[in-house]
């Protein structure tokens, strides 16, 4: 006898796990929503207030330096002082005294303020004829003398309402009467190598 076969069931495909919709909809949703807030930060308005020193405007001072009239003369070592009318025609010797009187209008404004008034010397001064002259500057009855060129001023000196007073300021350039031989000879300095400077100091 022969056995009919059994009938064979159809078997269901087995398929992925399906992910729920709902939570990866939630959790976009979120990640949006924290992005729009801190997009939007910068809009909140906070509470703030001013106010403003109750002070009046504060000014600067001033410094400046002009110069004035000026007139040289000469010396020898037994003549007496004679202007000269043509400072380049002047050929010095060991001994002379070459001497101008400068005017000079000096501003010094500012409550502290203290400057440097200096006569400097170029290059023409460092050799040549220029290794035996000495210069020396002098502002009579102004500032105080902190070597042979420079003075030290404050506001104080300045005796004018505006802060400028115009000073003579004496230099003398003697060409050292001990200079022996040939030294110097046939040598020049430039006159223009003389500069006066002012300079505001530490105070």
């Known amino acids: 006898m022969t056995l009919a076969p059994e009938p064979t069931v159809p078997t269901r495909a087995t398929s992925a796990p399906r992910r729920p919709r709902g939570r990866g909809r939630a959790i976009v949703s979120i990640a949006a929503g924290t992005a729009l807030l801190l997009g939007g930060a910068g809009t909140y308005a906070f509470w703030s207030t001013e106010v403003a020193l109750d ?5 600067s001072g001033d410094l400046d ?6 007139e040289w003369t000469l010396q020898g070592v037994l003549g007496q002082a004679q202007p000269v009318g043509d400072i ?5 010797v060991p001994g002379d005294v070459l001497t101008l009187r400068q005017t000079l209008d000096v501003t010094l ?10 006569a400097s010397l170029g290059g ?5 004829l220029g290794e ?4 020396q500057l002098s502002l009579a009855g102004f500032g105080s003398m902190v070597d042979a060129t420079t003075y030290h001023l404050v506001e104080g000196d300045v005796t004018d309402q505006d802060g ?13 009467p ?3 031989g040939r030294n110097g000879v046939n040598s020049s300095v430039n006159l223009e190598d003389v500069v006066f400077t002012l300079t505001q100091t530490g105070n």
């Open 109 to 118: 404004v500012g409550d502290t303020i203290e400057a440097d008034l200096e």
């Open 164 to 176: 400028t007073q115009t000073v003579e300021a004496t230099l003398t350039v003697t060409f050292d």
């Open 88 to 92: 380049t025609s002047v050929r010095i």
């Open 55 to 59: 002070a009046a405007p504060v000014s």
């Open 132 to 135: 035996y002259l000495d210069v």
């Open 65 to 70: 330096l002009s110069l004035g009239d000026a």
């Open 178 to 180: 001990l200079t022996s």
């Open 124 to 128: 023409t001064f460092d050799a040549g």
